[in-house]
């Protein structure tokens, strides 16, 4: 699909459109969080119980995160993925090739969320780098990559005043 920002992604959830694979990351943690939670919540509602499932990306195991994504929801829509912080740089190649696979084949009853709060995927520089940029391309060919920018003074202070002002 796209790299697309917060608003486009945003968008797409109050229409309706959810895509099977997500890759959020960024500089802007609590904002990767927060839209990670809206993903989740359009995708199962507060079905979280039955159609969640949440893996820890640094004990990844390919062939249980393959058996989740046929699983069937359960009382949703859709059955759920939240995989945080997979760093590919710190996985055995076999086993990102086998994600990378796992990952195309993923069913339509199925979302996954690639959620990274726990460490720099762009490395300092302007784009994600090493091997985590083929998990990214991969988000921008199927599904969506999106990230969660540092905020400007002007943007936080016209969200801190549209709060207030709403209260």
């Keep these: 699909m796209a790299q697309a920002d917060v608003r486009t992604v945003m968008s797409q959830l109050k229409k309706g ?63 759920c993925i939240l995989v945080n912080d997979y760093n590919c740089e710190t996985q055995r190649e076999e086993t990102n090739k086998a994600l990378i696979e796992a990952i195309k084949e993923i069913p339509p009853q199925t979302v996954v969320i690639f959620n990274i709060t726990g460490f720099d995927v762009k490395e300092g520089k302007k784009s994600v780098q090493g091997k985590n940029k083929k998990l990214a391309d991969l988000a921008v060919k199927t599904g969506i990559a999106c990230e969660q920018g540092i905020k400007s003074p002007n943007e936080l202070a016209k969200e801190i005043a549209a709060k207030v002002s709403a209260r």
């Excluded at 959020?24 to 979280?48: C, F, H, P, R």
């Excluded at 004990?59 to 359960?74: G, Y």
């Design 17 to 79: 459109e959810l895509h099977r694979f997500y890759y959020l990351y960024g500089q802007n943690v609590s904002g990767v969080e927060a839209l990670t939670k809206e993903i989740i919540k359009k995708a199962v509602g507060d079905n979280t119980e039955f159609a969640l499932n949440k893996l820890n990306g640094a004990n990844l195991n390919v062939s249980e995160f393959r058996d989740m994504t046929e699983m069937v929801p359960m009382l949703s829509e859709y059955n």
